[in-house]
């Protein structure tokens, strides 16, 4: 209760100014569903592909956020065409917001590799329900229940061969107020943000790999936001990774191959911020299940791994 009188009172300051400040959804395992960060990825394999997430953000802190995410994405055999869903649930607080995204990417052959561009088109509903703080006080300004809906789109670029990657995408150009209120809030909007990736395939021995990657995230008014990454791929079975995002936490995590289509993921950061005081961590769990539905019927499963 006192963490969430905390967050309740530090939420009536920020709302009387310009809210800034991470404002979508925060993962982990991002390199094994890049589909997340660029419409141009549901071009670059012709597989069908899908993955559902939850990921549990500050244990042991009331209100906390908390991740939930479907996605799935095939090429269309033979067109060049990637076609992709995307739909999300965002928690944190008094708040929560639903997303739903379609995704549209063309892929150019080249020479050697490939070069998507992609589209997505959607929106966000999000409603707020102060009962949910459970205030002794509560104050009346925040006694209403508000809800809203926004349609959004984005686009990027994504380049990929054999052994190397990269993409620049803006998911959310539209900027929008996201609560209107003739009180508070009504400063609070959405900032555009970009993300750059880039990420190369080591090979150590026949059945060993290594993958260092990166992520840079530029939001407009905020520090830029880096991640690094490495990853080891060992006979395309078990992929285990170390990354350090600056100045908030470094996350251990793995993906083991339980059969020939199925795939698990975890991850656990460890905070090295000031809320490490409070909270041991975060706890993210990712199922993915891919299928070459191209292939014969008795044999539809991906050729090769998929590093990224």
């Not at 995307?86 to 944190?92: F, K």
Request: charge should be positive; charged fraction near 20%; aromatic fraction near 16%.
């Amino acid at each position: 209760m006192r963490y969430c009188r905390l967050f309740f009172a530090g939420f009536l300051f920020l709302s009387t100014y310009n809210l800034y400040g991470q404002q979508k959804l925060v993962y982990s395992q991002y390199m094994f569903n890049g589909l997340m960060l660029n419409p141009a990825y549901a071009a670059v394999y012709d597989y069908f592909n899908a993955t559902i997430s939850y990921r549990r953000q500050w244990v042991n802190f009331p209100g906390a956020p908390s991740t939930a995410l479907f996605s799935a994405h095939t090429g269309l055999e033979n067109k060049n065409i990637g076609l992709g869903l995307l739909i999300t649930n965002d928690r944190i607080g008094m708040h929560d917001e639903t997303g739903v995204y379609g995704f549209y990417a063309f892929k150019i052959r080249l020479p050697e590799g490939a070069l998507s561009m992609g589209l997505q088109a959607g929106f966000n509903r999000h409603v707020s329900d102060p009962s949910l703080l459970h205030l002794e006080s509560p104050d009346p300004s925040f006694a209403e229940f508000m809800t809203s809906a926004k349609i959004n789109f984005g686009t990027g670029i994504y380049y990929h061969n054999k052994n190397f990657y990269a993409g620049l995408s803006v998911p959310y150009i539209r900027k929008k107020r996201s609560i209107k209120d003739d009180v508070y809030l009504k400063e609070a909007s959405e900032s555009r943000y970009y993300y750059l990736t880039s990420g190369i395939v080591l090979d150590v021995t026949h059945n060993f790999k290594l993958k260092p990657s990166t992520l840079i995230r530029f939001e407009e008014g905020m520090p830029l936001g880096v991640d690094m990454n490495m990853n080891a791929y060992l006979d395309d079975a078990l992929n285990i990774g170390l990354s350090y995002r600056l100045g908030d936490s470094f996350t251990s995590l793995f993906e083991l191959k339980l059969t020939d289509y199925i795939r698990l993921g975890y991850a656990h950061d460890w905070v090295v911020s000031d809320l490490s005081r409070y909270t041991n961590g975060t706890h993210e769990l990712t199922l993915n299940y891919r299928i070459n539905l191209y292939a014969p019927k008795k044999n539809r499963m991906c050729p090769g791994p998929m590093y990224y």
